[in-house]
């Protein structure tokens, strides 16, 4: 009875929490168009307040000017205070995530899309209703997962550890990602494979990837092994890529939170381009 009760004290926290992220993140949307507006009107009213003493007490401008200022800080301390709730809301979702994230492999729990959406959001920067991986995707319908009721429940808990590691590392609490992180990237060979992958963010085949390695030594043959290696039990736990149909494939939510915690970000960013950058960096690991 206590586990059930947990269990459903999760779900219906995930779906009060998700539902007031959106709220607020609707409000702050509102507000922050309106800044838009104060931060254009502030260099004026600034240099009207030093004009105050110009205007005596009782006359028309110095009221006038007074009237604006008074706007501006009620519009200051109305943002702040949705801001801090909004906030607030994010490390809770967090927190929630962190602590007591689940999914249902049977499908008769469910999460609602609002908790799906946000998750998604703070993880990823995308708010997308539903959730990915190899073997499973998590929708707002349920989860669909592989047959074998096994296998099923084993995909399920890896998922559940992974989402609530992902979480923990956006609160900056200690993590395992980085020591997953670390095993992947030293892992040469699938690598590669997996960088191309993390990096375009689209369903390819092994053609199309080993074109974009541009390496005689990556053919078509060599890139579908490394992929299939990659989604081995024995080798990584955490699935980075998820085979989308035959001979297509994407990386997984866990392979793109773990690139853009990790991955060579700043490289990808330099005036040379994103495929010059990535061209460097997987040559560095093989």
Known sequence: MKVEKMTEDFFMKAEEIGRKYWNLNEKMKDFRNEMVRVKEIRDTIRKL????????????????????IEMLKEQNIKIGRIDEEFEATKRELLELTAASFEIDPKGERKLDKSYIQAINHLLLGDPKDKMEFHECIITPEGVDVIDD??????????????IREAAKKRLGKEAKLRELWDRISSSKKMFKVFSVLAEKGNVMKAKEISTLIGDPAWNTRKVKNDLNNLLLDHLFTHKLIMRVERGKYKVSDIGRFLWQEFGPTKQRETSAGPQIALNKWTKCTS
């Open 49 to 68: 307040e030093a004009n105050l003493q110009k205007f005596g007490e009782g006359s028309i401008m110095r009221s006038r000017i007074q009237e604006q």
């Open 149 to 162: 009721e096994i296998r099923a429940i084993m995909v399920c808990a890896n998922i559940c550890d992974f």
